[in-house]
């Protein structure tokens, strides 16, 4: 006679199959003799899940953001010579596959004076920030600014001086920052209004970005020309009537992109650390 013993895999290890032992045990009479073959039968690869396991798997979660850089292209132009750089700005940050925004700061003088001062009336379709919080939707910003005694208009200081909340609070912090400007003459603050700009800029904490050279335009001597390291001129001329020229219009261009490229790799980084650190 013989007798088989086996023992059955366990029913509460659903994922896992246990090995199959097989022992059977052979008696003989005639010689009193015991024999033990013991058989192992190698785990099949099955895997189940139960509706335990199921129901306790996380939910799969898709957010859809968009990933460009947002820039803000602010300025102040009382004659139009800002406002016509802040548009070959914009075609630059565009270029480069950034989201950017046309804004005007407020006026501060009145229409009485401005129409004694001749003037022209605001280009209506570009909108007037009026509150600085919506700064902080932005990853980086282009300010442009005419000079006035070598400074920044006072028009674009008055907006700098409203961000004090913002300062408290470090909103600003670590975003990009560069600037453009218009003078009457070459030696009317192409560089000394940029510079008093930096001092807003070091104070919020952003990083500015001058465009160097990298514009070789900005050696042409074959011409006169607005624009330094620190970013795109234009002159006015002192009656305002002189133009910007398609070199410095280029120049603007330039920079939108330059400072836009930046912005994104910028952007990129951060993001890139901060999955990084949620891994």
């Not at 909103?171 to 030696?187: N, P, R």
């Not at 209004?193 to 930096?198: I, Y």
Request: with cysteine; proline share 5%.
């Amino acid at each position: 006679m013989g007798s088989v013993c086996t023992r059955p895999t366990p029913i509460d290890e659903p994922t896992q199959q246990q090995p199959q032992t097989t022992s059977t045990t052979t008696h003989t009479a005639d010689s009193h003799s015991t024999t033990q073959t013991t058989t192992t039968t190698a785990p099949t690869a099955t895997t189940t899940t139960t509706s335990t396991e199921m129901s306790a798997a996380a939910p799969t979660t898709t957010t859809t953001t968009s990933s460009k850089a947002k820039i803000a292209v602010i300025y102040y132009s009382m004659y139009g010579h800002i406002a016509q750089l802040a548009a070959a700005i914009a075609k630059g940050v565009e270029s480069a596959g950034a989201e950017v925004t046309l804004l005007q700061v407020p006026e501060t003088l009145t229409q009485d004076v401005l129409d004694k001062m001749h003037a022209p009336a605001k280009n209506a379709s570009v909108r007037v920030i009026e509150d600085v919080n919506e700064l902080e939707q932005y990853d980086g910003f282009i300010f442009g600014l005419p000079t006035r005694f070598g400074v920044m208009a006072a028009q674009m200081k008055a907006f700098f001086d409203k961000t004090g909340g913002l300062w408290m609070r470090g909103a600003l912090v670590g975003k990009t920052a560069g600037v453009f400007f218009s003078t009457a003459s070459q030696g009317g603050g192409q560089e000394t209004t940029a510079l008093t700009t930096l001092t807003q800029f070091a104070h919020h904490g952003m990083v500015y970005v001058p465009i160097g050279y990298t514009d070789q335009s900005l050696l042409n001597l074959d011409e006169i020309h607005g624009g330094s390291p620190y970013g795109a001129g234009t002159f006015a001329g002192s009656t305002g009537a002189r133009q910007p020229t398609p070199l410095e219009l280029g120049v603007a261009t330039h920079q939108g992109k330059h400072i836009a490229t930046i912005t994104i790799a910028l952007k990129a980084g951060r993001a890139a650390v901060a999955s990084h650190k949620t891994e």
